[in-house]
């Protein structure tokens, strides 16, 4: 008579390796199909911030521009092109609401004679409106502009010295 | 007594495994399809961006060389296959004390539109 070395019932002995493969195909799977939601996900949260970096971008452009040509229609005072002249406007551009700060900044250069000339320099803050000055931190663009002035006061020219976008 | 066969070779067994690895096999390239069609949309997408951003320039730049009242001439070429457009389609350049409102339209060739506002002035 043949008698089995094996014992009936007792588990092979590998047996529970299945389990183990089945569970690592199903974690590969899984992460493979996670890494490509991920993917699909942060295209689309990418394309939304790009435009509305844009947006945001070119409607602060747009109001600093506006804010440019009204500065232009105040004539500066020649006897103090350094005063305290300041202002406020907002305009709305690409569905965005965008406040435009400026105040005057001064300068002083010595012209070919050697006399002191004062230059007529704004400073313009953009920045999304809150109802409130322009905090340093929401600043989307900065720029100085030097009006250019008759004797009369007149503005004949705009000169962007400086034009900084934060992104 | 019956032993039972445990070698897990039936033809039951073996089918179900196929029928698994058939559909995993199905899931995962659509997936890839999925992520290749997102990546292309993405870069149409960055490349209408960049050919915005460039015609909004290109207006500004013609806007700063001309003189108020003329016709306000945008000289720009687009990429291949994008097309721009202008509203309004005769725009002209704006007197010193304002600004003229310009609505710039990109089309990719993908049939994607973007659309922006922008103000020009005169120096």
């Known amino acids: 008579m043949k008698v089995s070395t094996e014992t009936v019932g007792s588990p092979s002995p590998d047996r529970g390796s299945t389990l183990i493969i089945a569970i690592g195909f199903v974690m590969a799977i899984g992460s493979i199909a996670a890494g490509l939601s ?13 435009i509305e970096l844009r947006d945001t971008e070119y409607a602060a452009d747009g109001a600093i521009e506006a804010a440019i040509a009204e500065v232009r229609t105040q004539p500066g005072d020649l006897s103090s092109a350094c005063g305290d002249m300041a202002g406020s406007r907002v305009e709305v551009l690409n569905g965005q609401s965008i406040r435009v700060d400026w105040y005057n900044a001064c300068g002083v250069v010595r012209g070919g004679d050697g006399a002191v000339v004062a230059q007529r320099n704004v400073i313009f803050a953009a920045c999304p409106d809150t109802g409130a000055t322009c905090l340093e931190d929401a600043i989307v663009i900065r720029a100085q502009v030097n009006f250019e002035q008759t004797t009369t006061g007149a503005v004949t020219e705009t000169f962007v010295q400086t034009w900084s976008v934060n992104r | 007594m019956r032993r039972t ?9 073996i089918v179900l495994t196929i029928i698994i690895i058939g559909i995993t096999v199905t899931a ?18 960055v490349s209408s961006d960049a050919v915005m951003r460039s015609y909004a320039e290109a207006a500004k730049l013609a806007s700063r060389q001309c003189a108020p009242g003329a016709p306000l001439a945008i000289e720009f070429l687009p990429l291949a296959g994008y097309t721009v457009r202008v509203e309004p389609e005769a725009p002209v350049c704006p007197a010193v004390s304002t600004t003229q409102l310009l609505q710039l339209t990109v089309t990719a060739p ?8 922008i103000r020009v002035r005169t120096p």
Request: proline share 0%.
């Open chain 1, 38 to 50: 991920a993917l699909v996900v942060s295209s689309m949260n990418s394309r939304g911030t790009l």
């Open chain 2, 28 to 45: 995962l390239i659509s997936g890839l399809a999925t992520a290749s069609t997102a990546g292309n949309a993405h870069r149409a997408n």
């Open chain 2, 5 to 13: 066969n445990d070698n897990g070779e039936t033809l039951l067994e």
């Open chain 2, 110 to 117: 993908e049939g994607l539109t973007q659309r922006m506002e």
